[in-house]
């Protein structure tokens, strides 16, 4: 009572206390109207950031899974370098890879027919070789015998 003695003397008179009450309570109540909304912007806000998180989780990974495509096809493409096949030729390779998974055989037996077909086709330009010898042997020994 004294506290409100003093108030009223101080601030208010009395007759005007009814008033300040209805003043105050307007206010009191446009505040928690303010808390509210802000609360519900700061949920909006915390949403919109799990959102954001999420995409830039996403735009890593996909940086990362690019960042690794990028580094295979490179390395690919050096090695491809090596054995003198292009990358623009690639589709070619991809052929040979998918007829000797075809041939159904192990790598040590492709690499064994290879070996092969190479001493054929040298063996093949000897004996070409040879027919052309043999046959102007032939034309000499024709020539000379008429």
Do not use: C
């Not at 928690?32 to 959102?51: N, P």
């Not at 495509?69 to 589709?91: A, C, F, H, M, N």
Request: net charge neutral.
């Amino acid at each position: 009572m004294a506290d409100l003695l003093e108030f009223s003397n101080n601030v208010l008179p009395l007759s005007k206390i009814p008033d300040y009450i209805k003043e105050k309570t307007d206010e009191k109540i446009k505040l928690e109207q303010k808390i509210e909304k802000l609360k519900s912007q700061i949920e909006r806000l915390r949403e919109q950031k799990e959102d954001a998180e999420l995409i830039r989780d996403r735009a890593l990974e996909d940086a990362r899974t690019t960042s690794f495509r990028l580094k295979w096809y490179t390395d690919l493409s050096e090695q491809l370098r090596k054995y003198g096949i292009p990358v623009y030729d690639i589709s070619k390779f991809v052929k040979l890879v998918d007829n000797i998974r075809q041939y159904d055989h192990g790598v040590e037996k492709l690499i064994n027919e290879f070996s092969d077909l190479e001493r054929l086709r040298l063996r093949r330009k000897s004996l070409q070789e040879r027919i052309v010898y043999l046959e102007n042997a032939n034309r000499n020994l024709e020539g000379t015998g008429s």
